[in-house]
């Protein structure tokens, strides 16, 4: 059986030497460089992907050197080529200074430290590990300045690098001692495809000295695995001595004794401080009758799981002289349901030598590193050809949720985050999301509290990503003069901002940022957010009307738990609906985990004396700390400004990632999707009972959409009135979503699961009024389904209707009122 894979084994980025001279080509009489010395060499040795002889000095390459005071490196010095770069850093123990002819142990770490000398040394991205065993410093130069920093310093030293690596080469800084340097430029040498049997095309290796002082080189042998696949056919180096800028060669010439990868290691004797230069040597032996494959192994690369990753192509060319001629392509293995050929000009196909075709294929991997193989039967000496196929399946946290602490990250009226004014009309105002309040760089989607306060006219603020056009959807619906929140879910957009924008008049707006989704970290991170967990009907947790003690004094909180049982300690927040109601006078309500001492400096809802007001909010939660029987079980905390009665409405929850069934979320572009106004989504305004069933576009909805993020917007109500908002299918529960007041204009974010025909109600409970739904994304199930043709995958949905056959909604939780404490 043939094989055509890389020459190489494993996914390492490696440099081809070509037959000419590799390295920078000099004359021989260039003249060495003159002390003073600042130069660095490097030789590594053992770990075989970055094996080889480097070294930098200003005057012919990239050399960057900094001195840092008694609390960091004592010296960093950083080389770079077109094609490779190498650091090294030395720093004497805490409070001491190098003394010259002293050999010092070192050990490798991110700090000065108090009785060990620190040397850390890396190569192209790689960097020799932690590790027991020391390695050495030998010391022959070590002045200082006033100052304490150095004003000449030569070493030499060694570092142990993996189970038997090691690097060595010589440090110099401003140094009057000189120094050897050998260059080998590159890593290995690979021959590529060699006749079996026979000798191959020979490969150059040159070799470059570029030091202060001459290199004598010794003896040149072959090691390794196959040795015997390569044979030294002349040698400009051994028994030479060579100066600055002069080169030498050493021709090796393949003797492929097989099929398949051969390699060995060539070794060059010199009598610099890395004692040798060293090249990794492979070939792949071929068939007479055969192709080459384009690339020789297809890796997909790491893709997230369950996600069909982009085409691969590979092409065939005849090799030989002989023609080869293919019978039908397959994917072949364990695995190979993992893979899919999309496009096949091979099969049943000849080519002579020279001539191509080419087939292309795509991976949909899951949590694991999977390989198979395209196969096709052929008329060759082993009866088929064979491209290796691999993909890397890893978990992604895509569209997991991460709760902070609530952060206040803008404040028009005192300047943060935005100009301290009124946000005019028509206007627009850019927001940083990312990088504060710990949001970072992989945040896809925020979920903020945007507050609006003493707007001069009726109107609405709209959020929406930066570098995108604005959406005809709004955030905050008010009328003048009011203060109110709502809780938004946007997109991040260019540059990690949201654009906040003003419709009409002026107002303040107050932004506080409470989590995000991700939107991927790269492999292999290890992060994993929250998956969403929707009730299949929500579940009010608190009601302190019902608790007979009235209102909750100001500047009190109180903690609201509920209980999944084994599923308690995988709960790491709540999607809950908050309302204030009767209170005394204006103030605001907090939410947060309820840890005592560590309420924010951020308000959830605002309300004034007398009203109902709701908000929508993603808290994070903690086990309850004395609690009665409710004694940790997770919580949350909602303290009051004022004294008030608070309603909590849990419509579902957060875990750590780990528990099935778990939805994720998909950011979209504000989408309208019903206002009653002109008759989208629903023909008419609500009367007294009414209940609007609205579906949800299947450019929103696809087979695996579970539930909605929205915002609901009611219309200039007739009375004060209740919405409240559920899937199809299912009875109405026994909470509210909004409590819009007689001719208010009033939004609230709503996160609703939709029924089997991916539709929702929404229900008015008095009066007459309008309703507006803007849909900004979507909860998925996940894994998902596998698109068609990939087989039956991990879920069962009916192709036809795509309607559900599992239910991913979370039970409804044991909850107790009894057992809540209110606390100062």
């Excluded at 030498?248 to 004692?275: D, F, I, R, Y």
């Excluded at 998909?666 to 609007?692: C, H």
């Excluded at 409804?812 to 404490?821: I, K």
Aim: some cysteine; charged content about 15%.
């Amino acid at each position: 059986m043939r094989t055509l894979r890389g020459a190489l084994v494993g996914a390492i980025a490696l440099l081809v030497i070509s037959t000419a001279s590799a390295g920078p080509a000099q004359a021989a009489d260039v003249t060495p460089p003159s002390a003073p010395h600042t130069a660095l060499t490097m030789n590594f040795e053992g770990l075989g992907y970055i094996d080889g002889s480097f070294s930098y000095e200003a005057s012919r390459n990239t050399l960057e050197v900094y001195q840092q005071n008694a609390n960091g490196y004592a010296l960093v010095m950083r080389g770079f080529t077109t094609n490779q770069w190498h650091y090294l850093d030395v720093t004497p123990p805490i409070g001491t200074r190098f003394v010259a002819g002293q050999s010092y142990q070192t050990t490798r770490n991110f700090s000065p430290q108090q009785s060990t000398t620190v040397l850390n040394v890396s190569g192209d991205g790689q960097s020799c590990d932690w590790s027991s065993t020391p390695g050495t410093l030998d010391v022959t130069q070590a002045e200082y300045g006033d100052d304490g920093k150095f004003t000449a310093f030569a070493a030499t030293y060694s570092a142990p690098c993996g189970a038997s690596g090691r690097a060595k080469g010589e440090i110099r800084f401003q140094s009057s001692i000189g120094y050897r340097a050998t260059d080998s430029w590159e890593y290995r040498l690979q021959a590529g495809q060699q006749p079996a049997g026979m000798p191959g095309t020979p490969k150059a290796v040159t070799v470059e000295v570029n030091g202060s002082e001459p290199t004598t080189f010794g003896a040149a042998s072959l090691s390794g695995a196959d040795p015997g696949a390569f044979e030294i056919t002349a040698n400009t180096c051994s028994g030479n001595t060579l100066t600055y800028g002069q080169t030498c060669q050493l021709t090796v010439t393949p003797k492929a004794s097989v099929l398949g990868e051969q390699t060995a290691l060539l070794t060059l004797v010199e009598n610099s401080v890395a004692g040798k230069v060293r090249r990794l040597l492979s070939l792949t032996g071929y068939d007479p009758r055969d192709t080459t494959a384009s690339p020789p192994y297809v890796s997909f690369g790491y893709v997230p799981a369950y996600d069909t990753s982009a085409p691969q192509t590979v092409t065939l060319t005849g090799a030989t002289d002989l023609p080869i001629t293919f019978g039908k392509a397959s994917v072949q293995g364990d695995n190979a349901g993992m893979f899919k050929i999309t496009s096949d000009g091979c099969s049943q196909k000849t080519l002579n030598k020279g001539q191509t075709c080419s087939m292309s294929a795509v991976a949909r991997p899951s949590t694991e590193q999977v390989g198979a193989m395209l196969t096709l039967p052929d008329n060759s000496f082993t009866g088929k050809t064979e491209v290796s196929l691999g993909v890397s399946g890893y978990s992604d946290d895509r569209g997991t949720y991460y709760p902070v602490s609530p952060y206040r990250i803008m404040d028009t009226r005192s300047g943060k985050g935005a100009p301290k004014r009124p946000i005019g009309p028509g206007s627009v105002v850019g927001l940083q999301v990312t990088g504060s309040g710990g949001v970072t760089t992989e945040a896809g989607t925020v979920v903020l509290n945007v507050t609006v306060t003493g707007p001069t006219t009726d109107g609405f603020v709209t959020v929406y990503p930066a570098g995108l056009s604005r959406p005809t959807a709004s955030s905050v619906n008010f009328t003048k003069g009011w203060t109110g929140a709502n809780s938004v879910t946007v997109k991040v957009g260019a540059g990690g901002k949201v654009n906040v924008y003003n419709n009409t008049g002026s107002s303040h707006v107050i932004v506080d940022v409470v989590g995000y989704y991700s939107k991927g970290h790269e492999c292999c991170s290890g992060y994993m957010g929250g998956q969403y967990h929707p009730l299949a009907k929500p579940v009010r947790l608190t009601d302190t009307r019902t608790w007979g003690d009235g209102r909750i004094p100001g500047r009190h909180y109180i903690n609201s738990a509920a209980n999944w049982g084994t599923s308690n300690s995988k709960i790491r927040a709540f999607a809950v609906n908050i309302t204030a109601t009767q209170p005394s006078s204006a103030g605001f309500l907090t939410a947060w985990n309820g840890y005592a001492g560590g309420r924010p400096d951020t308000s959830t809802l605002n309300y004034t004396a007398g009203a109902t007001v709701p908000n929508f909010a993603i808290v994070p939660t903690s086990p309850c700390d004395q609690c009665g029987s409710a004694t940790g079980w997770p919580s949350i905390g909602v303290y009051t400004h004022a004294s008030a009665h608070i309603v909590v409405d849990i419509v579902g929850f957060y875990d750590d990632g780990s528990l099935p069934d778990g939805l994720r979320f998909q950011s979209t572009a504000p989408t309208r999707i019903a206002d009653t106004r002109s008759g989208q989504g629903w023909p008419s305004r609500l009367g007294p009972g009414g209940v609007a069933t609205i579906p949800t576009p299947a450019t929103i909805a696809g087979t695996d959409t579970w539930a909605l993020a929205t915002n609901v917007t009611a219309v200039k109500p007739t009375s004060t009135t209740v919405l409240t908002v559920w899937p199809s299918g299912a009875t109405r529960p026994g909470t509210s979503n909004m409590n819009p007041r007689a001719g208010s204009l009033v939004s609230n974010a709503v996160q609703t699961m939709i029924g089997a025909d991916n539709k929702f109600n929404v229900h008015n409970l008095s009066g007459y009024t309008n309703v507006v739904v803007d849909v900004v994304g979507t909860f998925y199930l996940y894994p998902p389904s596998p698109p068609a043709g990939w087989g039956t995958g991990l879920r069962s949905v009916a192709p036809s209707s795509g309607a559900r056959t599992a239910t991913p909604e979370a039970a409804a939780p044991e909850v107790s009122t009894a057992q809540l404490v209110k606390r100062s």
